[in-house]
């Protein structure tokens, strides 16, 4: 235990924000090469329910979908962006600061 260590309150905050990957549905077939890249395993294929007018269950099953499952946990390296043969992922900065690296 380092008494001299600064506490967390006293260290800079960064000043940029994290970027998260956006899911475009439109344009996500659900191949999961995204999936298959996350280094965090943040993302999932998940099964899209087909919602009922006025019933609380699903008309139908659609396709799978792309799906951010972990934001904090997302590191934001962008891999995921990059992979997509669709293009259907984005980065787009939170507006949160980062903590900093301790």
Known sequence: MTENAPSAAALPQATHA???PTIDPARCTGCG???????PHVLSLQVQAQAQGTGAAPKAWGPKRSHLDDAAG???CALCAVRCPFDA???VRTGRPLAPDL
Request: glycine share 6%; net charge positive.
């Open 18 to 20: 994290k970027a998260l």
């Open 33 to 39: 090469w995204c999936v298959a890249v996350c280094a």
């Open 74 to 76: 997302c590191t934001g």
């Open 89 to 91: 992922i984005a980065m």
